[in-house]
C-alpha cells in the first residue's frame, strides 16, 4: 500500500513563499500518477497540479499556471510543490494524492486511491 506524508506547510504573509513536501513509502509500481490537491474551508477539494514519477510529465490546473510548480525527487520519493506569490485565497489544506497510473491530465479526487494527511497552509493579508 502506498504511504503519503506532507511536510512543510505553516503561515505565511501575502506575497510569500512556501514549499510542500510529500514523502511516499511502500510502491513499488515503475510509475505513480503524482497530484496535490487543497482544500479551502468550505469549499471543496481542487486540483493543484500532478506529475508523473517515472516520466516527469508535470499537468497544472488553470488556475495554478505561474505561481506554483511541482517537481520531483525520485532518489528520495519525494515530490514537492513550490508555491510563490501567496495570497490570503491559497488558504487551505494541501493534500498529496497518487494512483498507479499515467496522468494524462485526469485531476479528479475519485481518480486518486491513495492520500495523505494533509498539511495546513494558512497566508495572512
Known amino acids: 500500500r502506498v504511504q503519503l506524508v506532507e511536510f512543510g506547510g505553516g503561515s505565511v504573509q501575502a506575497g510569500g513563499s512556501l514549499r510542500l513536501s510529500c514523502v511516499r513509502s511502500?510502491?513499488?509500481?515503475?510509475?505513480?500518477?503524482m497530484a496535490w490537491f487543497r482544500q479551502a474551508p468550505g469549499k471543496e477539494r481542487e486540483g493543484v497540479a500532478t506529475i508523473d514519477t517515472g516520466g516527469g510529465d508535470t499537468y497544472y490546473a488553470d488556475s495554478m499556471k505561474g505561481r506554483f510548480t511541482i517537481s520531483q525527487d525520485n532518489a528520495k520519493n519525494t515530490v514537492y510543490l513550490q508555491m510563490n506569490s501567496l495570497q490570503p485565497e491559497d488558504t487551505a489544506m494541501y493534500y498529496c494524492?497518487?494512483?498507479?497510473?499515467?496522468?494524462?491530465?485526469?485531476?479528479?479526487?475519485?481518480?486518486?486511491?491513495?492520500w495523505g494527511q494533509g498539511t495546513q497552509v494558512t497566508v495572512s493579508s
Open positions: 511502500g510502491s513499488t509500481y515503475t510509475n505513480l500518477c
Open positions: 494524492a497518487a494512483d498507479p497510473r499515467y496522468c494524462f491530465g485526469k485531476f479528479e479526487e475519485a481518480d486518486f486511491g491513495h
